[in-house]
């Protein structure tokens, strides 16, 4: 299947603090990219749709200015964590698609820890 | 309000035999479910998925049931393995995004 990467795997920062969290589709252009948001034993929280080129759709609850997305080309998505908080620590993983949505592929995901 | 619900958390199952993963949903609009496999600090990974003109899906040792009038699917894993054991989250389409349920960890002891 289609590879998506994220980087960093894992990151630690300090409170206030910004965070970037790229994605990227290695063998395919994808036209969708998802970032979505795990807490210890929930279900993978949808935050955002993003699309290339255009702003990213955000879900009832996400603050956009909080974390912002860009997706500036068919292979790359970028979630930043803005002034960071301990309640932003979390485990963010994106997914790619060039649609249909049963053909997501997902990323290994990145364990934010903000102190 | 959760559309697609796990109830179950855990399930253990000796290796040999039936794992059977439940998952309900509300919105009679799905029309396209999947399950997926993950393992701690990974990414899921795509295990099977049925369309709601179907009721049964298999793909070797994996199967998946959908009863629409019940808003109900499963996932049946026979013969359970040690190697299957990780969360399994239920998801339906919902545009072009997918819904989650909290996923269910099965345990499968040799």
């Known amino acids: 299947g289609a590879v998506v990467s994220q980087h960093p795997s894992r990151v630690i920062c300090k409170s206030g603090t910004s965070v970037k969290i790229e994605c990227r589709s290695l063998?395919?252009?994808?036209?969708?990219m998802f970032w979505y948001r795990q807490f210890p034993k929930q279900s993978l929280m949808l935050m955002a749709t993003?699309?290339?080129?255009?702003?990213?759709?955000?879900e009832q609850g996400v603050e956009k200015d909080k974390f912002l997305i860009n997706h500036a080309s068919l292979t790359l998505s970028t979630l930043t964590v803005t002034s960071a908080h301990p309640e932003d620590s979390s485990f963010y993983i994106c997914?790619?698609?060039?649609?249909?949505?049963?053909?997501?592929?997902f990323g290994p995901g990145t364990r934010l820890t903000v102190l | 309000d959760q559309q697609v619900k796990q109830n179950s958390p855990s399930l253990s199952v000796q290796e040999g035999r039936i794992s059977i993963l439940n998952c309900d949903y509300t919105?009679?609009?799905?029309?396209?479910f999947l399950w997926y496999k993950k393992y701690p600090a990974e990414g899921p990974t795509f295990l099977i998925s049925?369309?709601?003109?179907?009721d049964k899906n298999e793909d070797g040792r994996f199967t998946v049931f959908l009863n629409k009038s019940a808003k109900h699917l499963s996932l049946h894993i026979v013969p359970s393995q040690p190697g299957d054991s990780a969360v399994y989250f239920c998801?339906?389409?919902?545009?072009?995004?997918?819904?989650f349920g909290k996923g269910t960890t099965l345990s499968v002891s040799s």
């Open positions: 997914s790619a698609t060039t649609l249909p949505a049963n053909e997501q592929f």
């Open positions: 919105n009679s609009m799905f029309d396209y």
């Open positions: 998801a339906a389409i919902a545009g072009t995004a997918l819904i």
């Open positions: 063998d395919f252009q994808a036209t969708t």
């Open positions: 049925i369309s709601s003109i179907k």
């Open positions: 993003s699309n290339e080129g255009s702003k990213a759709t955000y």
